[in-house]
């Protein structure tokens, strides 16, 4: 499968354990088109892989071509 937004992890193979934190955001991603889903904040400290999970959601988000588009934006 070919990504859209390469993900920082490298080899999506390496991404692993963040299941419950996942299905919390597809869940919420599928409340946005009944307009049921309120703003989310993804918080944590350095390096603990809140990037990883942006950019994994969006690849999904991207293949899955469906009522909601992803947008990505970073600021260093």
Avoid: H
């Avoid at 390469?6 to 991404?15: C, M, T």
């Avoid at 934190?21 to 889903?37: D, F, G, H, Q, T």
Wanted: net charge positive; charged share 30%; with cysteine.
């Amino acid at each position: 499968m070919k990504y859209a937004l390469e993900e920082r992890i490298g080899d999506p193979l390496l991404f692993c354990g963040r299941k419950q934190e996942m299905e919390l955001l597809r869940n919420w991603v599928n409340m946005i088109p009944r307009k049921m889903a309120k703003s989310r904040a993804l918080l944590g400290r350095r390096k603990c892989g809140k990037s990883a999970i942006m950019q994994r959601l969006f690849n999904i988000l991207w293949t899955q071509n469906g009522r909601v588009i992803p947008f990505y934006f970073e600021v260093r």
